[in-house]
């Protein structure tokens, strides 16, 4: 499905697959993909993929947090015609950095990209992550990605996943990705 999605096998998955075994594998994705599918839908792919970077990033998944950030850039510079202010491999660089740490600097980038409505995504995420009860069904979905990136986390962490592509349909546009290299090379 994921190949289906995002034009490529993520490396992750092979990984998920000998750690859990193939059914329990099977089973974990068709329990936790269509929620997220549903999750990015509802709160849109730059909520989604901020909440995934955030997560892992407290985690200290570089894979994950490359595939969210670089699906963020991606995305920002489809919607806005704009460079996002820092590209995917400086921010998969905060993996592992304190919560504190890791707040201020996605605030930080946030605001200097014009983002400032999704600054409390960023917050509530890591409340969620610290054991905040969720409010609403918005920060449902987000608790629900709590548990499902960070399971992923720990497999790719476990596995010295290296980082591939982004975590997102827009990985499949070839001309976006090499506008982005051609923008982030001038």
Known sequence: MCTALWGYTPGVIPAMVATMGSG???????????????TLRVLGPVRTHL????????????YCAY???HALELIHLRDRD?????????????SGLSRREIGLRLRGVLEEAGMHAEVI???RTLALLDGAPPVDADERRIAHLCRMVGTMNAIAVAAGTVPDGAHDPVNKDAA??????????A
Request: proline letters at 5%; a positive charge.
């Open 24 to 38: 329990p594998a099977l089973r974990w994705f068709a329990v936790n993909f269509p929620r997220f599918l549903v």
């Open 67 to 69: 595939g969210r950030a």
């Open 121 to 123: 995504w960023v917050d």
């Open 51 to 62: 909440a995934g970077l955030t997560i892992s990033l407290v985690n200290g998944c570089t």
């Open 82 to 94: 704009l460079l996002f202010p820092l590209d995917a491999r400086t921010l998969e660089s905060w």
């Open 176 to 185: 976006l990705k090499a506008r982005l290299l051609a923008a982030q090379g």
